[in-house]
């Protein structure tokens, strides 16, 4: 009975730190698990006197971690009492495991008011069904135990068949209880019931005194401490190598949680560390409370909105969400993100996960990101979280496959374009780590190249911060790009050209090896280890308390966030076209008292507005679609899907569709794509609608002038005929008169397309791309093709051609007007314009009836065949109420206004420069003329 007892109670505590936070009422979790959705059949909840007491939980971050059985595994005992269960740590550490509010367990110290009696339900079993907690009569699921996941609770006066859940047939468990660990038989994993793997020098009691664990000492001196200590192997398996973490389970289904992590080192207390992803939301599962993670817009479409308070904004939340589930010892706090590999072509698959094809302002976005995220500069004292920017150096292009394939890059296009926003990461951002890609270019893989990575980014640029590989990237050096002969040399490769970890098994398998051989020094690998282990101490990994300690579980998907998440989407939203209707009147917005047709098939979509494929776990998108947030808002609506899907084969359901249509007084069709047609490991080979979807639009306009498209995309989609019409000549199908662009809005996106399409909010967010017309794919060929001024060249700076859309093109539902007044000279040195740059002052007035957003975006062209056709040089957001009017201050620096040669070279020429500043459509212009 015992080791039953304990088997129980450490799959339960694991679900203490998943549960909910410790002030809300036990209501909150009442009969909440969506293992069964069944509701509770006893009578109320009992708390039991010990629950009223405020305890602040200490070492929170006490959680079960799913390990592989070995002596390597940071174990502690557990022992059983008649009371309680708690765990002694190097015989001086006595933590209790606490029934105690709301009936979750947390750790606390021993003594009378942390005790609570604990009864196995005479039906139940760890095998099976449940455990009974006889204080209040809550059951316990065991099916969370299945590889790790949480556990769920169910309001009951007794256990019963009828309220608790059965064990799916694939995750029932055997477990055994050892002096060390709770182990799951059936997958081999042992889950650690041990004090907080998170700090370091709390246990063992043996290294408190050792100079790494001195909290005075600079987190880089602490770190050469610690790793003078390790063994060579010790520091490749406990710091450098990294496995994922096994598979996690949410509701019997399987999940990729995405988490990765090295061994730790138990012996010097070195925890494992742990790495996931957080590109727009922290990879992680929902958690028993029903809170899920936040997932705001993606990078992309958060560029849209051209506002830097709002990325940094959405960047700290994730932080700080990611910190509290790191807290409770859920989740890492080592992020990979933010990505910054312009989206130079719109076929890639990844494009939505960047900061549009603009290489200057993706720095922008990443320096938010990143200064967001960590809560400061990788050179700071404390850290947040960490992220990485990722990848080094080239990777925008997955046909053909990155593993296998060679780019060829010129010098040029490399200091013009692809290393602009590494520079921002590197010397700006400071962002702890970057990550390399599977890529190679000019016959080096991006892991190998020890010419970039040590010599520019860290040698020319002096960025302190860690290398981590995309995970099998080191194998690919070898294995797939052939650049070295086997597994040995090939990570010998990696290690010298500064890549610290690997994600993969490459280093934990050659690593030793290739320093036994004499291919790299012991010193190189501990330089590594110093480099990793020094971002550790930042986070307080090794520390009885940080700063960050007392972010609890309550900010994963709190108000302010999902709210933040709102405005983000809101904010990002780009309006295309809007033409006049019947009324004579532009067709947005449109009237809350209309009667309305929500058509197309992404009209109810919920998943598919994320945008990615780490958060499907997030609930609140699923009651979040445009349709049923427009049902939320009493509109009139009315509802007909015209496709059956995404992919629209056939034109069967069309009919209903129309008349939908034509019973209403405006239709709107949502269309688009999803990430079944853009994603990691597959670019589009057509920028096409899908099937018969655009067809689908203009019937239903062909009956209903009153119809506007919404799209719901990462990158473009082809959409001339909906622009212009189709059969132009002819005008057989005449265009839609309004277009509205939400891009991936996240899981608040139901809600803001309905604000922006009835006026509750005025779109003002701008593309973040060129919006190329019908027949791209011919005329740029290749998608590998890296030359940016091949063909007809590509992204803004480069094309020769006309596109559907500029870049920044983006209307509003009021009117702006813009000057630069007297703000620039007329003529300026080249020496003078490299001391002092450039200061514009561009008024921004607003003509219009209704407040909005203003995106004032400033450009730069030079009359040079070395410079490109234009480049942005500056941006800002304002909000400008009715007939007023706001100064807009941008800065331009001498090194914006460069140019750069086939020589790689770059300076400032003599000649006219024109600036141009405000709308894309009707900017102020001002003619500059730089002398020598």
């Not at 602009?420 to 890529?439: F, H, L, N, Q, R």
């Not at 609608?689 to 239903?700: K, Y």
Request: net charge neutral; with cysteine; hydrophobic share 35%.
């Amino acid at each position: 009975a015992p080791s039953l007892v304990v088997a129980i109670l450490c799959c339960l505590h694991q679900c203490a730190s998943a549960l909910v936070p410790v002030e809300k009422s036990l209501s909150s979790v009442k009969g909440n698990t969506e293992n069964t959705r069944e509701k509770s059949k006893g009578s109320s909840i009992k708390l039991s006197k010990y629950d009223n007491k405020v305890k602040q939980p200490q070492n929170t971050g006490v959680g079960i971690q799913p390990l592989g059985c070995d002596e390597a595994s940071p174990y502690q005992s557990w022992t059983v009492s008649g009371e309680n269960i708690y765990t002694v740590a190097d015989g001086n550490i006595k933590m209790c495991m606490e029934v105690g509010t709301n009936s979750v367990l947390f750790s606390m110290p021993c003594d009378n008011n942390s005790k609570q009696n604990f009864e196995l339900a005479s039906d139940h079993n760890v095998s099976s069904k449940g455990l009974l907690l006889k204080h209040n009569g809550l059951c316990v699921s065991v099916r969370g135990c299945c590889d790790g996941g949480p556990l769920a609770l169910v309001d009951c006066s007794q256990c019963n068949p009828d309220n608790v859940q059965s064990v799916p047939p694939d995750c029932l468990l055997s477990h055994s209880n050892t002096s060390k660990a709770l182990k799951t038989l059936s997958s081999g994993l042992c889950f650690d019931a041990g004090t907080p793997p998170t700090k370091g020098c709390v246990a063992p009691a043996s290294i408190r005194n050792m100079p790494f664990c001195d909290s005075k000492r600079s987190a880089e001196e602490r770190a050469i401490d610690l790793v003078s200590r390790m063994t060579l192997q010790e520091k490749v398996s406990g710091v450098l190598a990294m496995v994922m973490v096994p598979t996690s389970y949410f509701n019997g289904t399987e999940v990729n949680h995405n988490l990765r992590k090295t061994a730790g080192v138990p012996r010097l207390g070195v925890p494992p560390l742990k790495f996931n992803e957080a590109m727009h939301g922290i990879a992680a599962l929902c958690l028993a409370n029903g809170s899920c993670p936040t997932s705001f817009p993606n990078q992309g479409t958060q560029t849209a909105a051209f506002n830097r308070t709002l990325w940094r904004s959405v960047a700290a939340a994730l932080g700080r969400e990611g910190r509290a589930l790191f807290n409770a010892g859920l989740d890492a706090a080592n992020f990979w993100a933010p990505d910054v590999n312009p989206f130079r072509d719109p076929r890639y698959g990844r494009g939505q996960e960047t900061g549009g094809e603009d290489a200057w302002v993706n720095g922008q976005v990443a320096t938010e990101y990143v200064l967001g995220l960590q809560d400061g500069p990788g050179s700071s004292s404390s850290l947040l979280a960490t992220a990485a920017c990722k990848h080094i150096l080239l990777y925008d292009s997955q046909t053909p496959a990155p593993m296998t394939s060679d780019y060829n890059v010129s010098v040029r296009d490399l200091n013009d374009y692809y290393l602009v926003p590494w520079k921002a990461c590197a010397t700006v951002a400071d962002s702890v780590s970057m990550m390399c890609s599977y890529g190679s270019f000019n016959g080096v893989p991006d892991c190998a190249n020890k010419d970039y990575i040590n010599g520019l980014i860290r040698g020319k640029w002096g960025w302190k911060g860690f290398v981590v590989s995309d995970c099998d990237a080191v194998n690919g050096v070898f294995a797939g790009h052939k650049y070295r002969a086997n597994g040995t040399w090939g990570v010998a490769a990696s290690m010298n050209a500064g890549v610290d970890i690997d994600c993969g098994p490459a280093y934990q398998d050659y690593l030793v090896d290739a320093v036994q051989a004499g291919l790299v020094t012991e010193e190189t690998v501990s330089l590594a280890a110093t480099r990793v282990l020094t971002a550790q101490f930042k986070l307080g990994l090794f520390d009885d308390s940080n700063k960050y300690d007392t972010i609890t579980l309550d900010t994963v998907g709190s108000a302010p966030h999902v709210e933040l998440a709102r405005r983000a989407a809101l904010q990002s939203m780009a309006l295309l076209k809007n033409s006049a209707a019947k009324s004579g009147k532009p067709l947005l917005p449109i009237s809350s008292s209309a009667k309305i047709a929500f058509l197309g098939p992404h009209a109810n979509s919920t998943l598919d507005l994320l945008g990615n494929d780490y958060m499907k776990d997030n609930k609140r998108v699923l009651r979040n679609s445009p349709l049923l947030a427009a049902q939320r808002r009493r509109l009139s609506v009315t509802f007909a899907q015209g496709c059956e899907d995404l992919q629209c084969a056939t034109n069967s359901s069309f009919a209903s569709a129309i008349t939908t249509a034509k019973n209403a007084d405006v239709a709107v069709v949502f269309l688009g794509i999803s990430e079944q047609f853009e994603n990691e490991g597959h670019d589009r080979i057509s920028l096409e609608l899908p099937g018969l979807q655009a067809s689908l639009a203009l019937a239903v306009a062909a009956e209903q002038p009153n119809t506007i498209v919404v799209l719901i995309h990462g990158g473009m989609v082809v959409i001339d005929d909906l622009v212009l019409g189709r059969n132009q000549s002819t005008l057989t199908d005449p265009p839609i008169a309004a277009i509205l662009s939400s891009f991936y809005p996240g899981q608040e996106g139901g809600e803001a397309l309905v604000d922006c399409l009835t006026g509750a909010y005025n779109p003002g967010g701008k593309l973040p791309y060129t919006w190329y017309k019908r027949g791209f794919e011919q005329e740029r060929g290749a998608m590998n093709n890296q030359d940016l001024r091949a063909n007809m060249g590509i992204t803004y700076r480069y094309y020769k051609g006309v596109p559907l859309f500029q870049y920044g093109w983006g209307l509003s539902y009021t009117t702006f007007t813009y000057s630069l007044g007297n703000s620039l000279p007329s003529h300026v040195s080249r020496k003078q314009l490299s001391n002092t740059g450039l200061d514009l002052i561009v008024t921004v007035e607003n003509k219009g009836g209704i407040i909005g957003d203003s995106v004032v975006l400033a450009f730069a062209s030079v009359s040079s065949p070395h410079c490109p056709v234009k480049t942005m040089v500056g941006f800002d957001r304002v909000s400008v109420a009715p007939s007023a009017s706001i100064k807009v201050a941008i800065h331009v620096s001498a090194e914006q206004l460069m140019c750069v040669d086939e020589k790689g070279e770059s300076s400032l020429l003599a000649g006219s420069l024109q600036i141009s500043a405000g709308d894309i459509s009707a900017p102020a212009k001002s003619t500059i003329t730089i002398t020598a």
